[in-house]
């Protein structure tokens, strides 16, 4: 192993016959990767189905609200379109920081100045099979969500990380928001963007009183423990500094250091919004499809209602397509962990490893393709009959080609 500036490399190596059982124990997982895939792609297809097909019962059954100035009777029960502006009296406060504004939501994300490790391995195949594994670590200073243990570091001399103080992210929603004369529900308050960052507005009395309440002890005792490192004038307030809508806490927000945290604030306020719910008394609920499946919608900002409904559909494809990749990858990665003793057997020349590797990556590639299409043409058969006899002769195409493939291959061996 060696070090470097901020950089720590070890090598490992690993035997054929280590490789090998661990690549048969990967089976294992290789196939629960395959089957939850397999699973994730049948439901998504179904999830999919149930959900277009509530947007579309939505669509058909909604009237446009003529106004919110007023609860009207008349539309008690009705899927509904309707815009207007979101509104509250209500006060949020943060009881740790002291921060208080009237609005729709207020939030605080905390960062912390911390050492971070990054690795990165280079893997090299020896002759006989075995594995030498090259891991580069590297050390940086950065702002991350939580505060880091060095204790787990490759290197964890010089890299020593500690924090001020400790927080949490934290969200705080009013309980009373106003749409005209209806009261909007949590689900829809909790949808409502817009989110703007809360200038803060605290005097040195308030600074000094967090200090003490951060540190226990007198701010001037904190300014004056740092104050021969920093060789310079430090006022009763060093620990605690403010600037739009950041507190920061640390001596220097414009040098940080090790241990420092800086707190940023943000408000949602009032705003117009357009919805689609189901109008209950004064309030609203979602939409209950025929089939079981919830819809409701919110909008910032005045939209019509045929593109929410659009726009609510395109959200749902869109949703689709990257269950149905991510489903495709698990299932592709599955097999490919299944086949990998193949190519580990062949390692023993690393050339033949490589290309034994290269010809099952695509196997495990093709078969993944196909089995997904499979899945998804069966759910398809059960939800979207012509659509799904079209995808599975898709699959049966590709399982052509690679039977076509692998038959080709033993005529060149053979003619070899």
């Known amino acids: ?41 049948y439901w998504n297809e179904g999830r999919a189905v149930r959900t277009g097909d509530a947007i579309a019962e939505a669509q058909m059954a909604a009237v446009a609200l003529p106004g919110v100035s007023k609860v009207d009777p008349a539309f008690d029960g009705k899927m509904v379109f309707a815009t207007g502006k979101a509104d509250t009296n209500d006060e949020l406060a943060d009881a740790t920081f002291g921060v208080k504004t009237k609005a729709i939501r207020l939030s605080r994300k905390v960062e912390y100045y911390q050492w971070t490790e ?9 002759l006989g099979g075995g594995e030498e594994t090259v891991t580069t670590y590297s050390y940086k200073k950065n702002w991350v969500s939580k505060p880091v243990d060095s204790q787990g570091f490759q290197q964890s001399e010089g890299h020593e990380n500690s924090t001020r103080i400790q927080v949490d992210n934290e969200k705080q929603y009013a309980q009373n928001v106003s749409f005209g004369a209806y009261r909007l529900p949590e689900f829809f308050i909790r949808s409502i963007g817009g989110e703007k960052p ?75 919004i357009s919805i689609l719910a189901r109008i209950s008394g004064d309030t609203f609920v979602q939409f209950r499809a025929s089939n079981g499946q919830s819809f409701s919608r919110l909008s910032m900002g005045v939209h019509d209602m045929n593109g929410m409904f659009e726009d609510a559909k395109s959200s749902n494809d869109t949703m689709t397509m990257i269950l149905r990749v991510i489903g495709i990858l698990m299932c592709i990665s599955g097999l490919g962990m299944v086949v990998a003793p193949i190519r580990i057997l062949a390692d023993v020349i690393p050339l033949l490893g490589s290309i034994v590797g290269a010809g099952t990556g ?36 590709l399982i052509v080609l690679l039977y076509l493939r692998g038959r080709s291959k033993k005529k060149a061996q053979a003619a070899a």
């Not at 990054?118 to 020896?126: G, L, V």
């Not at 196997?363 to 393709?369: K, N, P």
């Open 1 to 41: 192993m060696s070090a470097g500036n901020d950089t720590f490399t070890t090598v490992t190596e690993t035997s054929w016959f280590a490789r090998l059982g661990g690549s048969f124990k990967g089976i294992g997982i290789g196939l629960l990767i395959f089957i939850l895939g397999s699973v994730l792609l």
């Open 362 to 397: 695509i196997v495990a590639a093709l078969l993944g393709v196909a089995w997904s299409f499979i899945i998804i043409a069966i759910a398809w058969i059960r939800f979207r009959p012509v659509l799904g006899c079209i995808l599975l002769g898709i699959a049966a195409l």
């Open 118 to 126: 990054e690795s990165k391995q280079e893997k090299r195949t020896k």
């Open 198 to 272: 809360l200038n803060l507005a605290m005097s040195d009395a308030d600074r000094a009183n967090l200090q003490r309440a951060f540190f226990s002890r007198d701010p001037q005792d904190m300014a004056n423990r740092d104050a021969a490192a920093d060789n310079g004038t430090v006022g009763p307030n060093t620990m605690i500094h403010t600037q739009a809508n950041t507190l920061y806490v640390g001596r220097h927000p414009n040098a940080p250091k090790i241990g420092d945290v800086r707190v940023t604030f943000f408000e949602v306020r009032p705003a117009e």
